[in-house]
């Protein structure tokens, strides 16, 4: 049975476990190497733990932590961001789309972050397709409309990220397919797909309700820096 209790602090199990490679440990604090992601966990939100995450950022570099836990940021922190979002499981995936998205592959590297840029779907660099695997959807003319790939990965778990059309593509079902297709992906490996979404972006999750996505919890999406 799935251990949905890791996806309480998914960034510090999925660096511990499956992607301990693709990051940096130091004690009680991981990190995703820089040009991957910004993303860190801890395995406890105390000043000890902060005080061994501190040689993992660089100066003036924030990092984002994503957790259900609620702390007071130790002194030598300052909080950049604090964003409140949902955390939603599918344990029964739709049906995969038609229209097969082509995997992205590092040549892919400067359009996928040109979008992700633009569009802002959550934490991306121009490593960041190194984490998984990603999916596109490209125009007649070759344009790259649209991605989703795959982001943290812990346990039987791997979460499905940066979901994101540019504005003019857009109401095309575009990132239900792409959503679909990596959820499906996953499931057929028989691991369970997650995601997170603002809480305040309804339109998202109603997609997201209607390719199997139920909502688990509320957790909090944290950006800090050294002060």
């Known amino acids: ?35 991957l992601s910004p993303i860190g966990g801890l395995a406890r ?12 950022v660089a ?24 964003v409140p979002v949902f955390q939603m499981v599918c344990e029964a995936p739709a049906t995969m789309p038609d229209n097969v998205p082509v995997q992205l592959t590092s040549a892919d ?8 840029t633009a569009t802002e779907p959550g934490p991306f660099r121009a490593g960041t ?14 344009r ?7 982001r943290m990965r812990l346990g039987q778990l791997t979460e499905v990220s940066a979901v994101c059309t540019w504005p003019e593509f857009r109401g095309r079902g575009l990132a239900k397919a792409l959503v679909a297709h990596v959820s499906a992906l996953i499931a057929g490996e028989g691991r369970v797909p997650f995601l997170h979404v603002k809480t305040e972006n309804a339109a ?18 944290t950006v800090v820096r050294p002060a």
């Open 109 to 116: 590297a400067e359009e996928a972050l040109a979008l992700a």
């Open 204 to 221: 998202a999750i109603a997609l997201y309700e209607k390719l199997g996505f139920v909502v688990r919890r509320e957790l909090t999406f």
């Open 45 to 56: 939100y105390d000043a000890e733990a902060f005080a061994e995450l501190r040689p993992l």
């Open 1 to 35: 049975m799935t251990d949905l209790s890791l996806l309480d602090d998914p960034a510090w199990h999925a660096l511990t476990t499956d992607h301990a490679a693709l990051g940096q440990r130091n004690g009680a604090a991981a990190r995703y190497r820089a040009e």
């Open 144 to 150: 790259l409309m649209a991605m989703t790939g795959e």
């Open 129 to 142: 397709l190194g984490m998984g695997r990603y999916f596109g959807l490209r125009a007649d003319d070759g």
């Open 59 to 82: 100066p003036e570099e924030a990092v984002g932590l994503v957790s259900v836990a609620r702390y007071e940021l130790p002194a030598g922190w300052e909080l950049l961001q604090a």
